[in-house]
């Protein structure tokens, strides 16, 4: 029962985060999801509902540069390639969307990856 109450409050909150945070053209969002073992970043416009660029641990670029490293050290890694790719596409500017995850741990160090990759937020 405890963890349906953790997914609802999650979800709960996620909801509170949506209403007021919104990608657009010249300033996409940056959403992060977070299971047990992965995190998954993308970057979406959400006027035509489009996924620009992505990133995950599961990427084979990543998995090269996160071998044998902790998670919070995995998710900075995650953060770095996903700046630089949206770099390439052109993006600077990002929203960021937790997706009702607390702004600690690896979501945390995500959002310092992307920053140190030269994404501003």
Do not use: C, W
Not at 63 to 89: D, P, S
């Amino acid at each position: 029962m405890v963890e349906k109450d953790r997914r609802l409050g999650r979800l709960r909150r996620r909801m509170h985060v949506r209403k007021k945070v919104f990608g657009t053209p010249e300033r996409p969002r940056l959403n992060v999801f977070r299971s047990l073992r992965h995190i998954y970043a993308q970057v979406i416009d959400d006027t035509v509902g489009h996924t620009l660029v992505s990133a995950s641990t599961l990427d084979p670029e990543v998995r090269q540069q996160i071998a044998g490293l902790k998670k919070t050290e995995q998710a900075r890694i995650v953060g770095k390639v996903l700046a630089a790719r949206a770099l390439a596409r052109g993006v600077t500017k990002v929203a960021f969307d937790r997706a009702g995850y607390k702004y600690h741990g690896r979501v945390k160090a995500l959002a310092d990856g992307a920053r140190e990759g030269g994404l501003d937020f």
